[in-house]
């Protein structure tokens, strides 16, 4: 039986009895929805490539990657919506007061994408200068980026509502909700797109904005009757100042991982054989990225069951095991039948250069998974403790990395690929390093804390009382759950 302590004070998921079954069925919506989200891009693609010729296709896809990689790097700080309302939300006012906020922000970068697309000035810097696009590039830009302009405020409100779902173990409703969004894609593209004759960036844009409407609107409209909406007040709200301290470096620590495909690939352009080692490296990542997606479990699965230690100790169990398989199928994939199968006539490589390079960059990415791994734990282990700062920290201590080499040595004697993979590695190992520091002093307790994150900040004037209190509460769920 549950006390009163437990009962009262801790939320949902800290009651909730935690098995390895439990988080199995917890976890498989998701990973279904993570791989789920990596094949709408080729669904597009595949469109484009239908109503374009051969001299269209090249223009149009080059346009629509151009505006794609533009639109999510500004409002890509609305990612953070999921876990940050997996951790805050726990009562209507905490609902209303974190879509205030991230309505707000969404508001935000929104105009910026409107400026963007609208200044002139502006955006020839952007897609001219920047990202080196040519001037018919540029102009079917245009369009597309402003469709994208309502991007920003769908991707917090889903990322809210999903955040909702994950916190009241229901994962299936994001796994449904994705689910809607790819079908809805799909039926777009080819059931309405490939047989009218639009750019690349409008039908991107569109095939986006109508697959993320149907996904918002599900895991809204699935909230009715959750807590998160029907309780009127379950402990304190964080006050707008408290919530940008919290929401805000997490924020700019998605922002800030943005520079890094751009970075790895100016690295490649330094490096010799650049077009080869890029080429590789594109196919490389899209595939490799499929399969890793499922480590993007680990943030939903630690912001809502890390609540005691012997939790936490089933969960760094079971990500373990996940990543010790995708080691394995990743080391599968640089075999040479299977790079044959995959590559050659999956993806149609047929140049025998990128091939042997596809494969060496295959070889130096094993150990990736357990670096990434790590660097998901430890952000989701801030995320939980409230010490948010670390995350952006770490971001940009990996970034700084990055930027040495990128301005630093003579590379051309390298191959790309191997820089490339080592570089992005080396980004994860510094970054999870800077964050492991924030683990000291109160850091690690505070992340197990199963208390709210507002009622934890009420107690941030008496620390050790507040520590006490932690590892009380999680010796007392432990108790109660073996």
Same mark, same amino acid.
């Given at each position: 039986m549950?006390s009163?302590?437990?009962?009262? /004070?801790?939320?949902?998921?800290?009651?909730?009895?935690?098995?390895?079954?439990?988080?199995?069925?917890?976890?498989?919506?998701?990973?279904?929805?993570?791989?789920?989200? *990596?094949?709408? %891009?080729p669904?597009i693609?595949?469109?484009?490539?239908?109503?374009?010729?051969?001299?269209?296709e090249?223009?149009?896809?080059?346009?629509?990657?151009?505006?794609?990689?533009?639109?999510?790097?500004?409002?890509?700080?609305?990612?953070?919506?999921?876990?940050?309302?997996?951790r805050?939300?726990?009562?209507?006012?905490?609902?209303?007061?974190?879509?205030?906020?991230?309505?707000?922000?969404?508001?935000?970068?929104?105009?910026?994408l409107?400026w963007?697309?609208?200044?002139?000035?502006?955006?020839?810097?952007?897609?001219?200068?920047?990202?080196?696009?040519?001037? /018919?590039?540029?102009?079917?830009?245009?369009?597309?980026?402003?469709?994208?302009?309502?991007?920003?405020?769908?991707?917090?409100?889903?990322?809210?509502?999903?955040?909702?779902?994950?916190?009241?173990? /229901?994962?299936?409703?994001?796994?449904?909700?994705?689910?809607?969004?790819?079908?809805?894609?799909a039926?777009?593209?080819?059931?309405? %797109?490939?047989?009218?004759?639009?750019?690349?960036?409008?039908?991107?844009?569109?095939?986006?904005?109508?697959?993320?409407?149907?996904?918002? *609107?599900?895991?809204?409209?699935?909230?009715?009757?959750?807590?998160?909406?029907?309780?009127? /007040?379950?402990?304190?709200?964080?006050?707008?100042?408290?919530?940008?301290?919290y929401?805000?470096?997490?924020?700019?620590?998605?922002?800030?991982?943005?520079?890094?495909?751009?970075?790895?690939?100016?690295?490649?352009?330094? *490096?010799? !054989?650049?077009?080869?080692?890029?080429?590789?490296?594109?196919?490389?990542r899209?595939?490799?990225?499929?399969?890793?997606?499922?480590?993007?479990?680990?943030?939903?699965?630690?912001?809502?069951?890390a609540?005691? !230690?012997?939790?936490?100790?089933?969960?760094?169990?079971?990500?373990v095991?996940?990543?010790?398989v995708?080691?394995?199928?990743?080391?599968?994939?640089?075999?040479? *039948?299977?790079?044959?199968?995959?590559?050659?006539?999956?993806?149609?490589?047929?140049?025998?250069?990128?091939?042997? !390079?596809?494969?060496?960059?295959?070889?130096?990415?094993?150990?990736?998974?357990? !670096?990434?791994?790590?660097?998901?734990?430890?952000?989701?282990?801030?995320?939980?403790?409230?010490?948010?700062?670390?995350?952006?920290?770490?971001?940009?201590?990996?970034?700084?990395f990055?930027?040495?080499?990128?301005?630093?040595?003579?590379?051309?004697?390298?191959?790309?690929i191997?820089?490339?993979?080592?570089?992005?590695?080396?980004?994860?190992?510094?970054?999870?390093?800077?964050?492991?520091?924030?683990?000291?002093?109160?850091?690690?307790?505070?992340?197990?804390?199963?208390?709210?994150?507002?009622?934890?900040?009420?107690?941030?004037?008496?620390?050790?009382?507040?520590?006490?209190?932690?590892v009380?509460?999680?010796?007392?769920?432990?108790?109660?759950?073996?």
């Amino acid at each position: 039986m549950t006390s009163t302590l437990v009962s009262a /004070e801790a939320p949902a998921s800290a009651r909730s009895p935690i098995t390895l079954g439990f988080l199995i069925r917890f976890s498989g919506p998701l990973v279904a929805t993570f791989l789920m989200m *990596a094949a709408a %891009a080729p669904i597009i693609v595949h469109g484009i490539s239908w109503i374009k010729d051969a001299e269209g296709e090249r223009v149009h896809l080059s346009a629509f990657l151009l505006v794609g990689a533009v639109a999510v790097f500004i409002y890509s700080p609305m990612f953070v919506s999921r876990d940050v309302a997996n951790r805050t939300v726990t009562d209507r006012a905490s609902f209303v007061r974190s879509t205030w906020f991230f309505m707000f922000w969404s508001a935000v970068a929104a105009v910026i994408l409107l400026w963007v697309g609208q200044v002139d000035a502006v955006r020839h810097f952007v897609f001219g200068k920047v990202l080196h696009g040519t001037a /018919e590039t540029e102009h079917l830009a245009i369009n597309g980026l402003r469709l994208f302009a309502v991007m920003p405020f769908l991707a917090a409100l889903r990322g809210l509502g999903q955040g909702c779902h994950i916190n009241n173990g /229901e994962t299936w409703h994001v796994g449904i909700g994705t689910a809607l969004r790819l079908v809805a894609i799909a039926v777009f593209v080819y059931g309405f %797109a490939v047989w009218h004759d639009m750019s690349g960036p409008v039908l991107g844009a569109l095939t986006y904005l109508i697959g993320m409407t149907v996904e918002t *609107a599900y895991v809204l409209f699935t909230l009715r009757g959750k807590p998160q909406l029907t309780r009127i /007040e379950s402990g304190p709200t964080l006050t707008f100042r408290q919530f940008t301290r919290y929401a805000g470096p997490l924020m700019l620590g998605s922002f800030l991982l943005q520079f890094c495909p751009p970075m790895l690939i100016y690295i490649i352009n330094r *490096a010799g !054989l650049p077009a080869e080692n890029a080429a590789a490296f594109s196919v490389t990542r899209d595939c490799f990225w499929f399969v890793v997606s499922v480590l993007l479990i680990v943030p939903p699965l630690v912001v809502t069951h890390a609540t005691s !230690l012997r939790n936490l100790r089933l969960l760094l169990g079971l990500c373990v095991a996940v990543t010790a398989v995708l080691t394995a199928l990743t080391g599968l994939l640089a075999m040479p *039948a299977v790079r044959d199968e995959v590559f050659v006539r999956v993806f149609r490589v047929n140049n025998e250069t990128i091939l042997s !390079l596809i494969s060496v960059g295959l070889l130096w990415v094993l150990p990736t998974p357990a !670096l990434m791994f790590l660097n998901y734990l430890v952000a989701a282990l801030h995320t939980r403790s409230g010490r948010t700062g670390w995350v952006t920290a770490g971001n940009l201590a990996g970034l700084l990395f990055l930027l040495a080499v990128a301005v630093g040595p003579d590379l051309s004697d390298n191959r790309g690929i191997v820089l490339a993979v080592v570089c992005n590695a080396v980004f994860l190992l510094v970054s999870t390093l800077v964050q492991a520091i924030g683990l000291f002093g109160g850091g690690f307790a505070a992340a197990i804390d199963p208390s709210s994150l507002a009622e934890r900040l009420q107690n941030r004037h008496r620390p050790a009382a507040a520590t006490a209190e932690s590892v009380t509460r999680s010796a007392e769920i432990d108790r109660q759950r073996v």
